[in-house]
């Protein structure tokens, strides 16, 4: 009894540390999202994480420290979240390009609070190796995973397409729909992006997409119009 009671404890004490180091880098994804890196500092993280500015030393020694630990996650995050998309059973490549499509435009990596954040460490990255490695690692499996499978619909269809060419234009293609997000919320519809995306894939591969009806624009409130509220 009194073994397990001790081999329990060590445990609490694993998973208290783990969701204050999330509280901290959530509290930072919030920082930088409003305020951007230059006003991001320990003790504005501390004070929206509602936790001591030692506590946040003892998790981080520096600002830089938490500002990778950061990247990481949100890295992390997006990878996790794409892949469980395209491991559905019985997805054809074709499917899976379409999961890829719908996980790029979920609410959950597609926001305007976590876009700003991914493109202030993209600008930071031309001047820091330790981002533009983890932004590099991320982006180039990423990368090669829509190559395939754009080279196995190019494959099954007899296609005269590049798959590097067409998978590199999907990517751009949602890269620049994420900044149309960040520049221009009060207009940005996920359900058009998503259109957008299918509408070149179907242009590409008319065999395995299917041409997007055309959708009626729809009103914007003026109230939303006029904060640009967060999408």
């Not at 919030?30 to 994480?49: M, P, Q, W, Y």
């Not at 293609?173 to 058009?192: N, S, V, Y």
Request: aromatic share 8%; proline share 5%; glycine share 4%.
């Amino acid at each position: 009894m009194p073994q397990r009671a001790a081999t329990a404890q060590p445990l609490k004490r694993a998973e208290k540390k783990e969701v204050t180091r999330q509280q901290l880098i959530a509290a930072t994804v919030d920082s930088i999202a409003a305020s951007g890196f230059a006003e991001t500092t320990l003790h504005k993280v501390s004070a929206r994480a509602n936790v001591s500015r030692s506590l946040v030393n003892f998790h981080f020694e520096s600002k830089e420290q938490l500002l990778v630990a950061t990247l990481r996650h949100l890295t992390e995050e997006y990878r996790t979240f794409w892949m469980k998309a395209i491991s559905r059973p019985g997805l054809s490549a074709a499917g899976k390009l379409n999961a890829i499509v719908d996980a790029d435009f979920h609410p959950q990596v597609c926001n305007r609070k976590k876009i700003a954040v991914w493109y202030a460490f993209w600008g930071e990255s031309k001047s820091r190796p330790t981002y533009m490695e983890v932004c590099a690692r991320a982006d180039s499996e990423f990368a090669r995973t829509m190559e395939e499978l754009t080279a196995a619909v190019v494959g099954d269809g007899g296609y005269a397409v590049s798959p590097a060419v067409a998978a590199k234009g999907l990517r751009c293609m949602i890269d620049g729909l994420w900044l149309e997000l960040l520049l221009a919320p009060a207009t940005f519809e996920r359900e058009a992006a998503k259109r957008t995306c299918r509408t070149y894939l179907a242009s590409l591969f008319p065999r395995h997409f299917d041409m997007p009806a055309a959708a009626a624009p729809a009103a914007v409130p003026e109230a939303q119009a006029a904060a640009g509220g967060e999408r």
